[in-house]
């Protein structure tokens, strides 16, 4: 796993103009002359994904799946599919056939801050099991982390203080979800199969089974007044970068917990930090910030309320998420609808 994640702007990218890569194409057409092919070529790109693991999870389920690189992309006419990470900017508007983008995550505002992302082309982002269940589970575990009071007894241990705290039943517990996607519905099931009382917030009225659930931003402060133990699992959109401001922590009870897993840009660090110094917020879990890797002069690595990870919660294994690529890739060439297109104009 890299030591960094899903950070814009990639560490290396460098603009990879189309007559680089044509000129690629006609290097690399001279040395290594392929033959034509019925089949689709997919292009595939990233600095912080594991390449060997993808060709190899790719081709156990497509043995003679055409995987080109940027680096010997052969006859680019031939490449219709590319599934990539942070692209160096032109690379993907200097493919002339190119039909669909997959994204190697599930937040693509990233993607999106690139302006030669050609625009006509659909984008899908990553749904995946793994990244799904990997994503409930680090939830889980912060949320129950707090239930138990493991925060207050890890400073008990620090003093030597032996003080017992009545745990309390999950069912009075309430824990909410910010965002009832793909990672957000799984997280709130995953909550109420363990007994928690769940709310969910979401743009569009969604029904999930044992949830309440609130729609819009006229529901927000309802929904945040209510709940104990909120999880961000957002994307990041104009609507949500900055949310979780000082409104947002003054709109929570009184000593709530925070687990921080959508996109740092959503939190305003002095907001939580004020919201900590006041007691407002009695802890934080803070998987993603603002800037990544966090500046090690930050305030955050040093508050003993604030829990930090370094953008960990979650993760797709390409064993299992080569299943999804490998089905939208099934569906583009069927002429089919993709799964997981995202819809530009709302930004996820
Ligand atoms: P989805 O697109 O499936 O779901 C997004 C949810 O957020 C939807 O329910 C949507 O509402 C809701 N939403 C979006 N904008 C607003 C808004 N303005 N107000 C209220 N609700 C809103 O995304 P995923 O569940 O797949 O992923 C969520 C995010 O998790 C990713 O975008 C990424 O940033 C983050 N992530 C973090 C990881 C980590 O390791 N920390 C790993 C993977 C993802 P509606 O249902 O109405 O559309
Ligand atoms: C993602 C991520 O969005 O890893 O998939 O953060």
Redesign the pocket.
């Known amino acids: 796993m890299p030591a960094t994640?899903?950070v814009w702007p990639p560490r290396d990218a460098k603009p990879l103009l189309v007559n680089q890569l044509v000129r690629l194409h006609k290097i690399s057409e001279q040395e290594d002359p392929r033959p034509p092919e019925d089949e689709m070529a997919l292009l595939w790109y990233s600095n912080d994904d594991d390449r060997q693991a993808w060709s190899a999870a790719l081709r156990r389920l497509e043995p003679d799946l055409d995987i080109r690189v940027h680096t010997d992309p052969g006859n680019i006419g031939d490449i219709e599919a590319a599934l990539v990470w942070l692209p160096p900017p032109g690379m993907l508007a200097g493919l002339p056939n190119l039909k669909a983008i997959f994204s190697l995550?599930?937040?693509?505002?990233a993607m999106l801050g690139d302006p030669s992302l050609p625009a006509d082309v659909p984008l899908c982002?990553m749904?995946d099991r793994s990244?799904t269940d990997?994503?409930t589970e680090?939830v889980l575990a912060r949320v129950l982390h707090y239930h138990r009071d493991m925060h207050i007894y890890a400073a008990q241990q620090r003093r030597a203080e032996w003080k017992l705290h009545l745990p309390r039943p999950p069912f009075e517990r309430r824990v909410g979800v910010?965002?009832?996607?793909?990672?957000?519905?799984a997280t709130a099931r995953r909550l109420v199969a363990n007994g928690f009382s769940v709310s969910g917030?979401?743009?569009?009225?969604?029904d999930v089974e044992g949830v309440t659930c609130h729609?819009?931003?006229e529901a927000?402060g309802t929904f945040l007044e209510d709940v104990e133990i909120v999880i961000c699992?957002?994307?990041?959109?104009k609507?949500?970068e900055g949310?979780l401001d000082d409104r947002f922590f003054r709109a929570l009870p009184e000593g709530a917990f925070l687990v921080h897993?959508?996109?740092g840009r959503q939190l305003v660090p002095g907001a939580l930090l004020g919201a900590l110094e006041s007691g407002q917020l009695a802890a934080a879990t803070i998987?993603?910030t603002p800037d990544e890797p966090l500046d090690p002069a930050s305030p955050l690595w040093r508050h003993p309320g604030i829990d930090i990870t370094p953008?960990?919660?979650?993760?797709c294994h390409p064993t299992t998420a080569a299943e999804n690529v490998i089905a939208n890739l099934r569906r583009l060439r069927r002429g089919e609808p993709l799964e997981g297109v995202v819809d530009r104009s709302?930004g996820?």
């Open positions: 994640r899903r995550a599930a937040g693509v505002d982002r749904i990244l990997g994503m680090f910010m965002g009832l996607g793909e990672l957000g519905t917030w979401s743009r569009s009225r969604r729609a819009g931003s927000f699992l957002l994307p990041l959109t609507e949500t949310l897993v959508g996109r998987d993603v953008h960990t919660a979650s993760y709302r996820y």
